[in-house]
């Protein structure tokens, strides 16, 4: 079983992640800083190198050459590893994620997946990023500072809450596809762009996008981070190589979501035209990776886009969204599509029936805040007894 | 209470706005703003200007680094007189003067001159008050805003240096001699030699 031909496409998938990964979160910084400017009618870092294309080089110099200053007061052990452990459980998380196409059946040669027939994937992936909750909490903890604590504690608070609609929402697909192997799911939505998981399961889609927006800590989202600027957070006590190291682990969240979104929702690497993982030919291949890349590319584009454009959520705000709003929403979309499947209803009617449970789901919302602001008015006019 | 505080007059109620179901829905409100962001984006042009080299717009009178402007005979105008130093706000121009003689072929026309005129550029303030004080618009400030040095020491400009400046501004166009036309005294000349420039608008002090 451990013979040199069944290693080796594991060592080149691992190759090729472990290399790519942090260049890619390192140029991310790079291009978020970029569409920031675009979008602010700026023109961004243009100055080191061609169309300022080696400023990331030039960021991870700094970083790497910057004096590394430990506090007295912090609790060394936790403080050395609690950066390592968030970023262990984000790139434990690629393991099962295909970042190429991938075909299910294929048991020889190269497969762009670290991990291939791991007939859990979706499992593990979720058990492991859970544990990415660790490094935020061991990090604040360490820092025995109490504003860190605090950060940390928003943080997690807000990581365990969205974590449930995440759960919730891929689970419709799941039941449709019969399997929680990414490779399975992704051939699933085989033969056209009809086929794609998001006609069929818009809600869930909506759901776990915000729950990955909220899973990275990502504007809407992200007030333990600006909390972390103005008052400390579990950054507070991170400096040089510690504190890229947790900046990476966010980075990389955000990649393995953008995939999840696109190998889930959005066909993966199908594109009219040019369906199926295995090709006999290298250009098709080639093509499909392309393809796969392009649209991840685009979801990253959108996330990096939504942070300049809206504002951030309060904490209650933020809580609220997820306990009231997204887990019943992901709940009745769980529902609905047992009861499509069981009663062998025709699937087309799935999107329609999410779609008006989320228009109820605001309907619901809307009277709770116009009957509210009503009390609020009678209370001012007449008095506090006049409710009720 | 409440009812009459209602009706008055003086009294301006602020609602909060209203939240329908588009807004409650949130979709509609973030799809708007994703729609202007992408106008942005896609059709933005950047305001940045790309300094060094796009050069800003320095405006007419700008305060610049002091010079010392030349007479017609390339003397220095400066009559070391200290109204100047006296009124610096910043106390950063110190002057050494010394009396000329009757037969002194060059200073015969002048009691004083400035033997020494230094200023330290980096206490100054650029208020402009020399400038206004001096009564034979010896000392002016000029358009240039990036003249540094790499020491402190190479910041106090003396007498040749604030000269030099004079040399290199005079014929750019951007600094004319902002003289007031030989009304003010003996060392200051009429038109006809201010360095060959248009005099100022209203014809100088007492429209001369």
Known sequence: ?388 | MSESTKKSKNVRWAEPPKIGFAEALYLPAIAQGIATTVKHLVAGKPMTRQYPEVEPNIPLNYRGVHRLNRDDQGRVKCVACFLCQTACPANCITIEATGTSKDDPQWSDRDKYPASFVIDELRCIYCGMCEEACPVDAIELTSIYDLTGLTREQMIFDKEKLLSVYDATVQSGKDPIRTHRGQLGPASEPASEAAGSPPPPGGGLRGG
């Open chain 1, 1 to 388: 079983m451990l013979e040199w031909q069944n290693i080796w496409p594991l060592l080149v998938a691992m190759g090729i992640v472990l290399a790519v990964v942090p260049i890619v979160g390192l140029y991310m910084t790079f291009v978020e800083r970029k569409i920031a400017a675009w979008i602010q009618d700026r023109v961004g870092p243009n100055r080191v190198g061609p169309l300022g294309l080696f400023q990331a080089i030039a960021d991870g110099i700094k970083i790497f050459l910057k004096e590394q200053i430990v506090p007295n007061h912090v609790n060394r052990f936790v403080y050395f590893t609690a950066p390592t452990i968030g970023l262990m459980c984000a790139m434990l998380s690629i393991a099962v994620v295909p970042f190429g196409p991938a075909d299910p059946n294929d048991q020889q040669g190269f497969r762009a997946i670290i991990a291939p027939g791991v007939d859990i994937g979706l499992l593990f992936l979720l058990a492991i990023s859970s544990l990415s909750a660790y490094g935020i909490i061991l990090g604040g903890w360490a820092s025995n500072n109490k504003y860190s604590l605090f950060g940390a504690i928003r943080s997690c608070a807000q990581f365990i809450s969205y974590e449930i609609p995440l759960g919730l929402s891929i689970l419709g697909i799941v039941m449709i596809a019969g399997s929680l192997n990414i490779e399975q799911l992704v051939a699933a939505q085989g033969p056209g762009i009809a086929y794609w998981n998001v006609w069929w399961q818009p809600l869930a889609a909506l759901l776990f996008f915000t729950a990955a927006l909220a899973e990275t800590n990502r504007l809407p989202f992200d007030l333990p981070e600006c909390e972390q600027e103005l008052v400390g957070g579990f950054h507070t006590e991170y400096s040089g190589i510690k504190f890229v190291l947790f900046f990476l682990a966010e980075y990389t969240h955000l990649v393995t979501v953008s995939f999840l979104t696109v190998l889930l929702f959005f066909g993966g690497w199908h594109f009219p035209g040019l369906t199926g993982p295995v090709d006999s030919s290298v250009a098709g291949y080639l093509l499909r990776w392309l393809v796969l890349l392009v649209k991840v590319g685009m979801v990253v584009a959108v996330i990096i886009q939504l942070r300049w454009t809206l504002p951030r959520f309060r904490f209650d705000q933020l809580m609220g969204l997820a306990w009231r709003g997204m887990i019943p929403l992901g709940l009745l979309n769980l529902a609905v599509v047992i009861v499509t499947l069981s009663l062998d209803i025709p699937r087309w009617w799935l999107a329609p029936v999410t779609v008006a449970f989320l228009l109820m789901a605001a309907a619901l919302n809307a009277k709770s805040v116009a009957d509210r602001s009503r009390q609020l008015a009678t209370s001012r006019d007449r008095g506090p007894a006049a409710i009720g």
